[in-house]
């Protein structure tokens, strides 16, 4: 089963889009989708607009797969359970998002092996036609390591993160 999530704070019609247009070129496949607040209906794929932490839970744990926007709570969940996640950033210029920090966090996260990227409908449906038979990846400890912590604060320090105008230090 692949388990794909939006988050609740927008749309994500392009990832949900293309999901459901790979399902149906697929047939058959066993998807179900948390969309978001969106006006777009998927017709391959099962869905719901928002659902509850625990059902969000479960889904994840029975899923072989996730598909998710770049959302930190998405990606930790996953790596969490030792679930192979594949995720697809909002992207700024496409009014996705009002920055491009989900497009660092995909590639920052990518380049250290623990997630697969699709930055495009094309290249996400190349890498579900990959995934056929997804395997579990090593679990993420739910206490965070040293190294991560450090990782991360270096992060945030050289970016400069900033929200809602605001700096963010870590």
Known sequence: MIFVTV??????????????EWAGRRGGADI??????SDFRPEHIRSAP??????FRQHAEVANLIVAHAGMGSI????ELGKRILVMPRRADLGEHRNDHQ?????????????????DQKELHEK?????????SERLSSE???????????????????FDDKDVSA
């Open 50 to 55: 928002f659902i509850g932490a625990d059902e």
């Open 128 to 136: 579900l036609d990959q995934l056929q038979n997804p395997t579990s």
């Open 7 to 20: 988050g609740t704070q927008g749309r994500f019609d392009r990832l949900i889009r293309a999901i459901d």
């Open 103 to 119: 497009i660092a966090t995909a590639r920052r996260l990518s380049e250290q092996g623990r997630i697969l990227t699709a930055m």
């Open 144 to 162: 965070a390591s040293p190294n991560l912590i450090r990782t991360i604060r270096m992060f945030i320090e050289a970016k400069n993160v900033r």
């Open 76 to 79: 930790i969940t996953a790596l």
């Open 32 to 37: 179900f989708a948390q969309t978001g607040p």
